[in-house]
């Protein structure tokens, strides 16, 4: 079975310093990852997405992750973080088998929490 | 574009009442998504359609919990009887089915309070 592992449920960090937040994925398939940030009493959006290629994936608000597939994992990282960033970031998978389309599997969340 | 529009917003209800969430999907979107996330069991989904048919409603608690899709620009997710665990934030989600490469876009959800 295909699941997200985030190790993290809270990351406290101050403004303007470099974050990572982790994420593990096991599939018996090829997946494709992503990253959503949902902001306080939002909906969830997309950060970014990794579906093939380089491993290396820029998303908006200066957000990167790269693809590690030998360690099965899509770390979240930013440079420097700014209040405006405090928000729960969730990894999800989807299953690269040819279908139609297919359902997100979201890991738990990590709550990024900026401080000044 | 406006986006995925679900309404109402907040519902106050008390245990044992039908409770009727409402949701339009971005316009052309043919794949819809209901999600239900709590403190406890963090994001779930409950079910989704593809081209206004339930391809999968695993997540769906129980007898209590339906959804419908008559058409390609509405579906309902009912609760009846709803409960207090049934208090939660429901999310509806809609995308253009890229093969698990396409991105969902998330409404702005239905906080439900069941009382």
């Known amino acids: 079975a295909q699941s997200v592992t985030q190790l993290d449920s809270q990351v406290p960090v101050f403004e303007e310093a470099p974050v990572e937040l982790r994420c593990n994925y096991s599939s018996s398939v090829s997946v494709y990852l992503f990253w959503y940030v949902q902001y306080p009493n939002q909906g969830l959006q997309l950060l970014l997405k990794y579906l093939s290629g380089s491993t290396l994936v820029k998303g908006i608000n200066g957000f990167e992750a790269e693809f590690n597939k030998s360690q099965t994992s899509f770390h979240l990282r930013k440079p420097s973080v700014h209040i405006s960033d405090t928000a729960e970031y969730f990894c999800a998978v989807t299953l690269n088998y040819g279908g139609a389309t297919n359902k997100l599997i979201f890991g738990t969340g990590t709550l990024l929490a900026v401080q000044p | 574009d406006a986006g995925v529009i679900q309404s109402p917003r907040h519902e106050v209800t008390e245990m044992g009442q039908e409770v009727t969430l409402r949701c339009k999907p971005i316009s052309g979107h043919n794949s819809l998504f209901w999600y239900r996330q709590t403190m406890m069991r963090g994001l779930e989904l409950l079910i989704y359609?593809?081209?206004?048919?339930?391809?999968?409603d695993s997540g769906m608690p129980e007898d209590r919990f339906s959804a419908k899709m008559p058409n390609a620009s509405f579906s309902t997710l009912k609760i009846q009887p709803s409960e207090p665990r049934d208090s939660a934030v429901y999310f509806c989600?809609?995308?253009?089915?890229?093969?698990?490469?396409?991105?969902?876009?998330f409404g702005p959800g239905t906080r439900l309070l069941v009382l």
């Open positions: 989600a809609s995308s253009l089915p890229l093969g698990g490469q396409e991105t969902q876009y």
């Open positions: 359609f593809n081209n206004n048919v339930p391809i999968d």
